[in-house]
């Protein structure tokens, strides 16, 4: 198997081989790549890709069209390893799957930490899985099914088995030397966990400190103040949150009797951070929550249609709003200038409000304790901006028009429609967070709506009513 070490290019230096804007590979060396693919030169591609981090190698994979993809994995297929594999995107890694050779994919599953493996598996149908499985020691396979036993997105599928423990009256040296002495011992880890004999985990040690520490001392007396245990039913969520609240390297999981069942790691609890707030920013674009640059022109469409279909229903509303003030707009064609810039200003102003609330609410600074302050501050903000914005647009609409009875409906409709605007921006996510529903889900469609319907009803309404 090819080795994937980091680069040991620093700032201080070149490397043409990596790109300096995002840490990838770099022009010349995919160029080297395209070639040693174009020749079928497998010994080429080895040598290009050999220096390269297994992050990058899959980063690559995903890049690649799928015929070129199959292209590259047939020459390339024997180096795939589990690291290389668990980088993969979730996106295309059946398809991965499906073009390696069995034996492949069997040799990197052993190399794979049992967290890796569930998430690689736990997709699959029983089939698969099986045949997966069975390329792993018995005892291997029994923590993955372990693991597989727990609801779908909880600590118990992010956790991995493998945990260094010791007995708290163990001293440094003792600790040592088991951690020497031991082979099967996860290939990174950031503490020993402590365990009383019904193995209930009491604390953990760093292992910087335990390395620091004089041989004698007991492992009992250098446990971390930060040690906190998880609930292997806990939401990856909440886990994701604990580890950034509390700046967490690793933390115990434990089943429903405190006992110790595995533990979770920085590493996956950030990936499921990042994951998150992918899925917010999709959710709030309306594209699905899965999607990736790597999907086909099919998977885009279905993902895209039900948020369209949506927007039609939504639009349709402002539209009828704005037939119903017909007469209106035929006789002062000056209004259909204008009313796009009312809902579009109302718009913009409650996606600001809008994204602050559900990013709020997705790391939990958003609350019912300050909900309420937070509100007052936004439906504040909103009649500032409506003030200062109401006060440009009558002096445009009167500079344009010279009508100051038409300056002033516009900036009285544009002071209604961006208090509006900020209060549903905040209101609407809350409530959906109360009802239980995602706010990154619906938000959007309701809140668009909302501006559209109620900047077109202001200002038609408005001029209606004064200049009419």
Do not use: C
Request: net charge negative.
């Amino acid at each position: 198997m090819a080795e994937h070490p980091r680069s040991d290019q620093t700032s201080g230096g070149q490397n043409p081989d990596r790109d300096d804007d995002d840490y990838g590979p770099g022009a010349e060396l995919l160029a080297r790549i395209d070639t040693a693919i174009d020749n079928d030169d497998r010994s080429a591609l080895n040598a290009a890709l050999e220096p390269m981090h297994a992050a990058d190698i899959a980063d690559l994979i995903e890049r690649l069209a799928p015929a070129r993809r199959r292209q590259f994995l047939a020459m390339y297929s024997d180096e795939i390893d589990g690291e290389i594999l668990s980088e993969i995107d979730e996106s295309i890694r059946d398809e991965v799957l499906e073009l390696l050779p069995r034996s492949v994919v069997a040799e990197a599953v052993r190399e794979m930490d049992s967290d890796d493996v569930v998430d690689l598996v736990e997709d699959m149908d029983e089939g698969d899985r099986a045949q997966i499985l069975s390329a792993l020691d018995a005892s291997d396979a029994a923590a993955v099914r372990q693991s597989l036993a727990y609801p779908e997105y909880s600590a118990g599928r992010l956790m991995q088995s493998e945990v260094v423990t010791a007995p708290e009256h163990w001293t440094v040296a003792e600790a040592i030397e088991f951690i020497r002495s031991e082979d099967w011992l996860p290939e990174q880890f950031y503490h020993i966990v402590l365990v009383d004999p019904r193995r209930h985990p009491t604390g953990y040690v760093a292992l910087g400190r335990l390395l620091a520490s004089r041989r004698d001392a007991t492992l009992r007396e250098l446990t971390e103040d930060s040690f906190r245990t998880v609930s292997a039913f806990a939401e990856e969520g909440d886990v994701a949150y604990v580890f950034n609240q509390y700046h967490l390297i690793s933390a115990p999981v434990v089943d429903r009797d405190d006992r110790l069942v595995g533990v979770i790691t920085i590493d996956d609890a950030m990936a499921v951070l990042d994951e998150e707030h992918e899925e917010d920013i999709l959710r709030l674009a309306g594209v699905g929550d899965e999607s990736s640059i790597s999907d086909s022109v099919m998977q885009t469409v279905r993902q895209r249609v039900p948020w369209l279909a949506t927007n039609i229903v939504t639009a349709l509303a402002a539209a009828s709003v704005i037939a119903f003030f017909e007469d209106a707009i035929a006789q002062l064609v000056a209004l259909a200038v204008l009313m796009p810039i009312v809902a579009s200003m109302g718009g913009n102003a409650a996606t600001q409000t809008l994204t602050v609330a559900v990013r709020g609410l997705a790391t939990r600074d958003l609350s019912r304790a300050n909900a309420l302050r937070v509100v007052r501050r936004e439906v504040i903000v909103g009649l500032a901006n409506g003030v200062l914005f109401g006060i440009v647009m009558a002096a445009i609409t009167w500079a344009w028009f010279r009508d100051p009875g038409l300056a002033a409906v516009i900036g009285s409709a544009m002071i209604i429609n961006l208090l509006v605007a900020a209060l549903a921006g905040i209101l609407v996510p809350l409530g959906l967070n109360k009802l239980g529903a995602d706010p990154a889900l619906a938000s959007g469609t309701f809140v668009t709506m909302m501006t559209d319907v109620v900047g077109f009803m202001a200002f038609l309404g408005l001029a209606s009513a004064v200049l009419l």
